[in-house]
């Protein structure tokens, strides 16, 4: 059985910086890797993904060059660099495990996901 632990959210304030883990556990290679985000009252949305070698990432526009995705395959974990953070990044974070080592960049299509942690920014 697939198992996802994240960790890294906290309470930090506009401008700092955080670096969210996943680590997977108990699935079979290869395998892709997401990062979402749900904020009170709105949908699940698509932060950024890394294919299984890493060659190939997508951000969504609102984060894009301020959030990072990395891998360590030799750890199982992929990681969420978190630049310049803003209120409006204040979310549930998920990370998400697709089997087959591609990605795509909707909530759907995921086999496995993490129980999510928490990221406050405040103003």
């Known amino acids: 059985q697939v198992q996802l632990v994240e960790s890294g959210g906290g309470l930090v304030q506009t401008g700092d910086s955080l670096r969210l883990s996943c680590a997977a556990s108990g699935h079979s290679f290869p395998y892709g890797m997401g990062w979402f985000r749900q904020a009170p009252g709105k949908e699940r949305e698509f932060v950024a993904v890394?294919?299984?070698?890493?060659?190939?990432?997508s951000y969504a526009d609102s984060v894009k060059g301020r959030f990072t995705i990395s891998r360590d395959n030799t750890k199982n974990t992929v990681y969420l660099q978190m630049n310049s953070l803003k209120p409006e990044d204040t979310a549930v974070y998920y990370c998400a495990l697709r089997s087959g080592g591609g990605v795509v960049t909707t909530s759907v299509g995921w086999d496995s996901w993490g129980q999510g942690t928490q990221v406050t920014v405040s103003s």
């Open positions: 890394i294919n299984w070698s890493g060659g190939i990432t």
